[in-house]
């Protein structure tokens, strides 16, 4: 079966630090680029963070320096470390593979990230991170 798997989420205190995994079961992860999104009720679905196939890291600038994003192609994992966690960081966050480019779909409303973005291969089915004092 084809699939990725996030894990790694769970609920942590203000400035505290997470790292979500995204494993990748029946195809080779290392022939995508991956990408981790998050989306809170309510909200729009963002790209946080970008990993290519030889290992280029993009961020989101709202994410301010505080996440890190890395790849284990040998595990077919990939990575997002988020150190200093801010209320505003809560959410469910999504992992996905890509072979090309990624475009948004201007819809209404804030639809859930596989709709919104175009382009993607494997979506997970996201883990959540919550922010609590």
């Known amino acids: 079966e084809v699939e990725l798997v996030e894990s790694g989420g769970g609920s942590v205190q203000p400035g505290g630090s997470l790292t979500l995994s995204c494993v990748a079961s029946?195809?080779?992860?290392?022939?995508?680029?991956v990408d981790w999104f998050r989306q809170s009720p309510g909200k729009e679905c963002v790209s946080v963070a970008t990993?290519?196939?030889?290992?280029?890291?993009w961020y989101s600038y709202s994410m301010g320096g505080r996440f890190s994003i890395s790849r284990d192609n040998a595990k077919n994992t990939v990575y997002l470390q988020m150190n200093n966690l801010k209320n505003e960081d809560a959410s469910v966050y999504y992992c996905a593979a890509r072979s090309g480019m990624m475009s948004i779909k201007q819809l209404p409303g804030f639809p859930p990230c596989p709709d919104r973005y175009v382009g993607i291969r494997y979506w997970g089915k996201g883990t959540s991170v919550t922010i609590s004092s």
């Open positions: 990993i290519s196939r030889d290992g280029a890291p």
């Open positions: 029946g195809f080779a992860i290392d022939d995508f680029n």
